[in-house]
């Protein structure tokens, strides 16, 4: 099957700075994937090159097969959009305004508009000007999922959103998948990025510095452990060994920082004595952290 977003040396510069340079991007259809990045790294320029709302400076971008600057039009049909800052017409109510994108989009059952509303609990009578900010966002979500899109380009989907409303949207974008939708978002929440992406691309001063699935950076993440012994810690034979990255001692417990396999460190502790081992789970922020930094080798510990 055809990739649903395929970028080729897409560049952007804004009168001398190069917001995005040269992006190579590959979506395989059906997946979530996730675009990650500090701020001003280029996801926002990266998605409205994918929708034709911008130009490229140079390079391509095709989207559900499309060339998207060739046909901008039906690129924007096809495929769901949420501006990082959405608005609306603050005087036309919910209602009104999805009715008047349903339109203009084609392709719309309203009682679709009416479900999603729904698990969004969102009133559709109210104007968009009278709406906090969250519930603005809803309505940007509906008009997203509303025409039940081969492709979702989000950007940035639950700023704003309570916690209740960003489970909800995590749940839809879930059935959108397994319906065979690709969704490709934005996001800062890592969290959230965690629990529905099967794929991520983290962004860096408009560079791509890494694509990865979920379990191969779950492979990446340094685990904590804390081994207490029955008498003195082997400090120096815990510091020969290769996968451990860091050793501190207090009193009869060395505190280790473990990039790798734990294999060795049992086989080489075990004469020792060990009296007890503590292991702390660590979530895959800290991996996301480095690679926002500048550090070359992020699983490294320095
Ligand atoms: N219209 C514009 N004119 C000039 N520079 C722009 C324009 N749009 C974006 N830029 C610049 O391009 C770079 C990338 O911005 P972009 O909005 O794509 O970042 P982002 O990753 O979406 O950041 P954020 O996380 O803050 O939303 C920034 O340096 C920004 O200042
Ligand atoms: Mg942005």
């Not at 997203?144 to 974008?173: K, N």
């Not at 810690?233 to 996968?243: E, K, M, S, T």
Request: charged share 25%.
């Amino acid at each position: 099957m055809e990739a649903a977003v395929r970028t080729s040396g897409l560049r952007k510069e804004f009168r001398g700075t190069v917001a995005l340079q040269g992006l190579d991007l590959v979506v395989p259809p059906g997946s979530v994937f996730g675009y990650l990045g500090p701020n001003g790294a280029g996801k926002t320029t990266t998605i409205r090159l994918l929708t034709g709302l911008l130009r490229p400076t140079s390079g391509t971008a095709e989207v559900l097969g499309l060339d998207v600057a060739s046909r901008p039009d039906e690129v924007q049909r096809r495929v769901g959009y949420l501006p990082g800052r959405f608005v609306g017409y603050p005087d036309l109510t919910g209602g009104e305004y999805l009715r008047y994108l349903a339109a203009l989009r084609g392709g719309v059952e309203w009682s679709e508009v009416d479900r999603l509303a729904d698990r969004f609990e969102l009133d559709l009578a109210r104007r968009l000007g009278t709406l906090s900010h969250g519930n603005q966002q809803k309505v940007g979500l509906v008009q997203a999922f509303m025409h039940r899109p081969d492709l979702l380009v989000l950007d940035e989907p639950t700023t704003g959103l309570d916690p209740i409303m960003q489970a909800e949207f995590l749940s839809l974008v879930g059935e959108a998948s397994r319906s065979g939708a690709t969704v490709f978002l934005s996001s800062h929440i890592l969290s959230e990025v965690e629990a529905v992406a099967d794929t991520v691309a983290i962004l860096r001063e408009g560079e791509l510095v890494r694509t990865a699935t979920i379990p191969e950076l779950r492979a990446q993440v340094v685990r904590r452990w804390d081994v207490t012994f029955v008498h003195e810690v082997p400090a120096d034979v815990l510091r020969a060994i290769p996968q451990v990255a860091e050793v501190r001692v207090r009193d009869r417990t060395a505190h280790l920082v473990l990039a790798g396999s734990a294999e060795e460190l049992l086989r080489t502790v075990a004469p020792y004595g060990v009296e007890n081992v503590e292991t702390h789970e660590t979530d895959l922020t800290e991996v996301f952290l480095r690679y926002y930094t500048h550090e070359e080798e992020p699983w490294r510990v320095a």
